[in-house]
């Protein structure tokens, strides 16, 4: 992979340089950075941790004389490391840098003292003088560059939109590979970046298909374009996008704001989660297209929530929550048995009412703009996955709040607060039946979600989701005993699914 270079024509250049880099940073990268006195070494350090800690004005003085400034406490930790003052290579040791490397990132500032006692950096960085300029030549291993590359690229996105000395801040990331960023430019309020490269999926599972295949999950953000347009048309708040670009995978998005239907403390507020489920109600009286377009030249297919894609979800039960607490993978019979519950319980779907299903209504994706009335009150977000499938599965989705626990007295309202809607929205309304499909839908992403929680540890190195196990654990209780269900209660109790143990 050839190097990256990168003329910098003045200060502001090389601090939005370190801008760029550390957006670019995972926990255990080693970044060294090379050049004379002069070349800028400290100003690109300065912008790359100011931006990790969010703050323009934090103070990062000069490690020369400590040797090692750290940054424990930022969102991602940071040792600023000046060899300068090194008398051998020796006192590297002395360092603690592998230990600093398992916490957060490392930067190095004049790396030729260190020689070879030093990590194999993941990034080389060196600033060399140009006239009253000066230039970066970065290279290192494939995938740092490639991340950076990537980072870059957003910048030149950013910059076609108008935008391109804007300040990028992290936000989040989730679940998946896609990243998010806040955009701030003239004093306006931030505006959101999506970095959501192509996702090819994974393995192939089964019949030539990966679990994103069968799953019908969105693997670019052509998805997101879509279903925006499809919902802002029949009078849904979701955000306006200022500027996107399908290929690459970026959208700069409108910014509804941070309030969002909890309380400070982290609670459900009662009469927010009430108005998101009535706007369900009200999407779920609609017949929804599926072959709808992104922009010219890129349709888009909703594809149905079908049997392939519910069986794939409940079986990261069978594959991942099983085994992790049971301590060993099931036998081939009583995988095959599961896989038969599960065949008789969503057979029973098969005349229940259908809509556009959203597939994540939950806390962190429903924004509450108080500042309006009616349905736009609630924004949504995180829609690129969205299905045609029975309309109970997007409010168990919102009831059941994987991360909120939802109280039984709360959750009997909001259903009661939905069917209520739906009475008067639609006649007739078929009550018993979308019960039995509320309990079936809830019972099948709860299933799901305890598998996904796992596999997100164990494969993806994301412990955090691991808290969440036992509300949802809970809230597969609550609803295994429909009679619908029995089959696969039957099942969860001999494996001990059901039990506190696991």
């Known amino acids: 992979m050839a190097p990256i270079t990168i003329h910098l024509a003045t200060t502001e250049e090389t601090e939005r340089l370190g801008q760029d ?24 350090a300065r912008g790359l941790i100011r931006t990790i800690a969010d703050d323009n004005g934090y103070e990062v003085p000069s490690p020369t004389f400590t040797i090692v400034q750290s940054y424990p406490e930022l969102r991602l930790a940071v040792s600023h490391v000046d060899l300068y003052r090194l008398s051998s290579a020796e006192e590297l040791d002395e360092l603690g840098l592998d230990e600093a490397l398992d916490d957060g990132v490392v930067l190095v500032e004049w790396p030729e003292r260190g020689a070879e006692a030093l990590p194999q950096p993941s990034l080389r960085v060196t600033l060399l003088s140009e006239g009253d300029a000066r230039k970066a030549i970065i290279d290192g291993e494939r995938a740092a560059v490639a991340r950076l590359q990537r980072s870059l690229a957003i910048r030149t996105f950013l910059g076609r939109a108008g935008l391109p000395f804007a300040e990028r801040r992290y936000l989040l990331g ?12 003239g004093g306006k309020t931030p505006l959101i970046l999506m970095n959501s490269p192509y996702n090819p999926g994974g393995p192939v599972l089964r019949d030539g298909k990966t679990y994103m ?21 029949w009078g849904f708040r979701v955000p306006e996008i200022h500027a996107q670009d399908l290929d690459d995978g970026f959208l ?109 209504v939950h806390s962190p994706n429903i924004l509450w703009r108080n500042d309006v009335q009616g349905a736009g009150r609630v924004g949504l977000i995180d829609f690129q ?57 809830a019972a099948q992403r709860n299933a799901k979600i305890l598998g996904i929680f796992v596999r997100l540890d164990e494969r993806d190195g994301k412990p955090v989701y691991l808290q969440h196990l036992s509300r949802i654990r809970a809230y597969l209780n609550r609803v295994i005993d429909h009679p619908a269900l029995a089959p696969v209660k039957d099942w969860c109790e001999k494996a001990g699914v059901l039990t506190s143990e696991t």
């Open 21 to 44: 880099l550390a957006l670019s940073l995972r926990k255990g990268d080693l970044v060294t950075l090379s050049g004379d006195l002069g070349a800028g070494k400290s100003t690109l």
């Open 174 to 185: 989730d679940a998946s590979a896609r990243g998010y960023e806040t955009v701030a430019a």
């Open 213 to 233: 295949q069968i799953a019908h999950l969105s693997q670019s953000v052509t998805a997101f374009v879509a279903i925006d347009r499809l919902l802002q048309a």
């Open 252 to 360: 700069l998005l409108e910014n509804l704001g941070n309030d969002g239907v909890l309380d400070v403390s982290g609670a459900p507020i009662p009469e927010r989660y009430e108005a998101a489920v009535r706007v369900l109600a009200q999407l779920h009286q609609h017949a929804w297209p599926q072959d709808i377009d992104a922009a010219e030249g890129y349709p888009h297919h909703i594809h149905n929530f079908d049997r392939d894609a519910m069986m794939i979800e409940v079986e990261l039960l069978s594959d991942w929550y099983v085994p992790r607490f049971s301590g060993r993978p099931l036998t081939a019979e009583k995988k095959a048995q599961y896989i038969a519950a599960w065949d008789h319980v969503i057979s029973q779907l098969t005349n229940v009412e259908t809509s556009l299903l959203l597939r994540d």
């Open 385 to 441: 996955d969205a299905m045609i499938g029975p309309s109970a599965y997007d409010v168990a989705s919102l009831i059941f709040d994987a991360r909120v626990t939802i109280a039984t007295e709360l959750q009997d309202s909001l259903l009661a607060a939905y069917i209520d809607e739906r009475k008067t929205l639609t006649a007739p309304f078929d009550e018993p039946m979308f019960r039995r499909a509320f309990a079936i839908m």
